[in-house]
């Protein structure tokens, strides 16, 4: 059993130790615990009315994308109706027609979502502890492109030169003084009548259409150490993100406030605390306290991957037998960080012109690579193919299944140990560090060895903690994807099924259902003297 | 809360949370800031150029010796750009004296003052004045130069408005002090002063000493 049926003392831990120590999980940074478990507490709520598939928290990065993307497209619209001469009558020519002010509201609410996705995004990555080691450049380029969004955000508030605009200006002007950059305090532009002038106005119109530029190449550079980079949501979240904004623009118009006028106090200016959430600090400390408090927040969220990391551990990287790698290149191709490469000429394999070779400074050690691999020769330390064949061995060994018993094997980061066996039933549980990494070999031999069946609880394939672990399980044991399940294993006895931390009761009613079907099948065949490594080793180094 | 995937109430629920959501960014996105204080506010932003004088001195015979043939001038001039200080008197009290000093690390870049003063809403006798103070030790020659110093006076009577800023401004051109009112509601359309010495209250035109 994973755990024991009360399911109130199942909270979901960071430090779990699995049963079997050779599937272990990478170490969550000190103090994640509680952070992830209110992670894992919100998600679970939101899979309760969204399920796993249509969680939009699993998706915010490229739901931040997508906010971007309609935000770019109704600036086009606002771009041409802009004028610079006279920025706030533009704009309220603009607002006066039905289309003119259904477009500006469409653009101010997907920029704001933009924001919402991203800072969540990050905020997830935190909680979940992946801010660090390889996914350092990452949280680094991640944090710069929401500086240039909110930069690109603030010069969008100023264009329209309302009473927000020019609070905007003004205070970003204050701070901007304190550097050392222009010759002359430019904040008394902001105080005056008549200063501010058309090249104003059209050099914050330059920054705000190039700025998108630089997200675009900032972009580049934070998914550069993924491979198949999710660019969009899946489909369904990413019309009914528009379609929720486009509504929403209809129903909630974004009213246009009084324009900018220098001679009156600020009273009851609607702030856009999205991007203006800093104008009420500005506005109650000095423009030095102000900006030293920018710069202890940008100091503190920049050193993050320093300070939010495991101080006894490190990440295991994987790791190749050279002598016996084959140089199919499936490691290369499963591996969802691009950490591996195909060297020619450099190995010492006697099987291959060219060897396999994980970059350790770019593998999260999440043991994808292991799964992938048929002769069983990449992998994390103690979780290669021939590992897992290994601790396998051992837990039949100890825990002697019956023909009819159903073997759990849980993702330690999807339900985990939250999985609560049915009371009374009678399942076997070895769980494992990431199902992705599951070598479809161990999967055999315990078909094989006479448990009844093997049922694989990823995690939700949405929010895979090493992004694509449950995809190549399923391709490897339905589509015959390298390593795939060999022919010979009988595949009503399999069955792979994802829930996320939050669905221990939909996980449960699937094994059990599992579990009856299973029963209809038999008693699975028993073999013994099963020489998996040994046919391995004929197929794939003997010849 | 069981698992909605199998109920009717699947969709009314996803919309009323996403609708829910969706407020919360539309409340965000449009929060009150700023609240009436009854004050009316005097606000200087004075830019002035040509505050440094030139303190100039014969070299002795010794110094033009020490010097190359082609490095010899009799006559050594530096800028030297004395201390403005900027006092606001509103109906005879003083509710302002601050230093300002040029800008740049050799003083030869504008002087700027920016300050705000909140104030009694009401018409009100402003008095600005803005003069360089006197460098220590000067000759008689540097006395000259800095009397020349521009130094600036207003003193006018004006309408003081609650939550509305009163704009003290040098015009660059003249190099007068000038005065922006707001004109109640319409207080984009500023008046420029000055003032015709005819309007009540007011005691003198803004002058350039």
């Known amino acids: 059993m994973c755990a024991d049926t009360d399911t109130s003392k199942k909270a979901p831990r960071a430090d779990i130790q699995p049963t079997v120590g050779a599937l272990r999980?990478?170490?969550?940074?000190?103090?994640?615990?509680?952070?992830?478990?209110?992670?894992?507490?919100?998600?679970?709520?939101?899979?309760?009315?969204?399920?796993?598939?249509?969680?939009?928290?699993?998706?915010?990065?490229?739901?931040?994308?997508?906010?971007?993307?309609?935000?770019?497209?109704?600036?086009?619209y606002l771009f041409l109706m802009y004028r610079v001469s006279d920025p706030y009558g533009s704009v309220a020519r603009l607002d006066a027609t039905w289309f003119g002010g259904w477009m500006r509201s469409v653009h101010r609410y997907a920029a704001d979502l933009t924001v919402v996705a991203v800072a969540i995004h990050a905020l997830r990555m935190f909680m979940s502890g992946r801010s660090w080691g390889p996914r350092a450049m990452a949280w680094i380029s991640g944090l710069i492109s929401l500086g240039v969004l909110l930069l690109c955000g603030w010069t969008g508030l100023v264009m329209?030169?309302?009473?927000?605009?020019?609070?905007?200006?003004?205070?970003?002007?204050?701070?901007?003084?304190?550097?050392?950059?222009?010759?002359?305090?430019i904040s008394r532009s902001f105080t005056q009548p008549e200063v501010i002038g058309r090249s104003f106005f059209f050099m914050n119109l330059f920054l705000h259409v190039a700025l998108p530029l630089g997200i675009a190449v900032l972009y580049w550079l934070h998914v550069s150490q993924v491979a198949r980079a999710e660019f969009l949501p899946p489909r369904g979240l990413h019309y009914g993100a528009w379609i929720a904004v486009l509504l929403l623009a209809i129903v909630v118009p974004v009213p246009l406030p009084p324009a900018a006028d220098v001679?009156?106090?600020?009273?009851?200016?609607?702030?856009?605390?999205?991007?203006?959430?800093?104008?009420?600090?500005?506005?109650?400390?000095?423009?030095?306290?102000?900006?030293?408090?920018?710069?202890?927040?940008?100091a503190v969220l920049f050193s993050v991957p320093w300070w939010w990391r495991p101080k006894t551990h490190t990440i295991e990287p994987s790791v190749?037998?050279?002598?016996?790698?084959?140089?199919?290149?499936?490691?290369?191709?499963d591996c969802p960080y691009d950490a591996i490469s195909m060297i020619q000429g450099v190995g010492q394999s006697s099987l291959s012109d060219s060897v396999a070779r994980v970059d350790p400074n770019v593998c999260t050690g999440c043991?994808?690579?292991?799964?992938?691999?048929?002769?069983?020769?990449?992998?994390?330390?103690?979780?290669?193919?021939?590992?897992?064949?290994?601790?396998?061995?051992t837990f039949l060994a100890e825990n002697q299944p019956t023909p009819d018993q159903v073997l759990v094997i849980p993702c330690a980061y999807g339900v985990g140990e939250n999985w609560v066996a049915p009371e009374g039933a009678d399942f076997l549980c070895l769980p494992s560090s990431c199902s992705g990494s599951v070598h479809t070999s161990a999967i055999e031999y315990l078909l094989r060895s006479g448990v009844?069946?093997?049922?694989?609880?990823?995690?939700?394939?949405?929010?895979?903690?090493?992004?694509?672990?449950?995809?190549?399980?399923?391709?490897?044991?339905?589509?015959?994807?390298?390593?795939?399940?060999?022919?010979?294993?009988?595949?009503?006895?399999?069955?792979?099924?994802?829930?996320?931390?939050?669905?221990?009761?939909?996980?449960?009613?699937?094994?059990?259902?599992?579990?009856?079907?299973?029963?209809?099948?038999?008693?699975a065949p028993v073999e013994r003297d099963i020489q998996l490594d040994r046919e391995c080793e004929v197929q794939y180094v003997e010849p | 809360m069981s698992s909605p995937s199998a109920g009717w109430l699947v969709w009314p629920l996803r919309v009323l949370v996403t609708a829910a959501l969706l407020a919360v960014v539309v409340v965000a996105g449009q929060v009150p800031f700023g609240r009436a204080s009854g004050e009316a506010v005097v606000r200087l932003a004075l830019r002035s150029v040509n505050t440094q004088l030139e303190v100039c001195r014969e070299r002795t015979e010794e110094e033009l010796a020490a010097l190359p043939v082609h490095m010899r001038r009799a006559t050594v001039c530096e800028g030297v750009a004395p201390t403005y200080r900027l006092t606001l008197r509103v109906d005879g009290e003083q509710v302002l004296t601050a230093a300002a000093d040029a800008g740049g690390v050799r003083g030869d870049r504008p002087l700027i003052v920016d300050h705000e003063?909140?104030?009694?809403?009401?018409?009100?006798?402003?008095?600005?004045?803005?003069?360089?103070?006197?460098?220590?030790?000067?000759?008689?020659?540097?006395?000259?130069?800095?009397?020349?110093?521009?130094?600036?006076?207003?003193?006018?009577?004006?309408?003081?408005?609650?939550?509305?800023?009163?704009?003290?401004?040098?015009?660059?051109?003249?190099?007068?002090?000038?005065?922006?009112?707001?004109?109640?509601?319409?207080?984009?359309?500023?008046?420029?002063?000055?003032r015709p010495s005819s309007v009540p209250g007011s005691t003198s035109s803004p002058t350039v000493s």
Not at chain 1, 270 to 298: E, K, N
Not at chain 1, 320 to 333: I, K, M, P
Not at chain 2, 132 to 137: D, I, N, S
């Open chain 1, 25 to 76: 999980r990478v170490p969550l940074p000190p103090g994640a615990g509680i952070p992830y478990r209110l992670l894992l507490a919100v998600d679970s709520w939101f899979n309760r009315v969204f399920t796993s598939k249509w969680n939009p928290l699993y998706k915010t990065g490229p739901l931040s994308m997508s906010f971007l993307i309609l935000t770019l497209i109704t600036g086009i």
């Open chain 1, 160 to 185: 329209a030169w309302d009473v927000q605009g020019q609070l905007v200006a003004l205070e970003g002007a204050r701070i901007a003084d304190l550097l050392p950059i222009f010759s002359e305090p």
């Open chain 1, 263 to 298: 001679l009156a106090v600020p009273i009851g200016v609607p702030l856009d605390l999205f991007y203006a959430f800093w104008l009420p600090l500005a506005r109650s400390v000095s423009p030095g306290m102000h900006l030293l408090a920018w710069g202890i927040v940008g």
């Open chain 1, 320 to 333: 190749v037998d050279e002598e016996h790698c084959t140089g199919c290149a499936q490691c290369y191709l």
């Open chain 1, 367 to 393: 043991g994808i690579c292991a799964g992938s691999c048929a002769p069983m020769v990449v992998g994390p330390a103690g979780r290669s193919g021939r590992d897992q064949l290994q601790v396998v061995k």
């Open chain 1, 452 to 523: 009844g069946g093997v049922m694989l609880l990823t995690c939700p394939e949405r929010d895979c903690l090493y992004r694509e672990g449950p995809r190549w399980l399923n391709e490897r044991v339905y589509n015959d994807r390298e390593a795939e399940l060999r022919p010979r294993v009988d595949r009503r006895r399999v069955r792979i099924a994802g829930f996320a931390p939050g669905e221990p009761e939909a996980a449960r009613a699937a094994v059990e259902q599992f579990r009856l079907d299973i029963s209809e099948l038999g008693e």
């Open chain 2, 117 to 194: 003063v909140r104030t009694e809403p009401g018409r009100r006798r402003l008095q600005v004045e803005m003069v360089p103070l006197e460098l220590p030790g000067m000759d008689a020659a540097s006395l000259e130069a800095w009397t020349d110093l521009p130094r600036y006076h207003l003193d006018q009577t004006v309408d003081l408005v609650a939550d509305k800023i009163t704009l003290v401004l040098l015009d660059q051109e003249d190099g007068l002090l000038k005065v922006y009112e707001p004109t109640g509601e319409a207080s984009r359309q500023v008046s420029i002063n000055p």
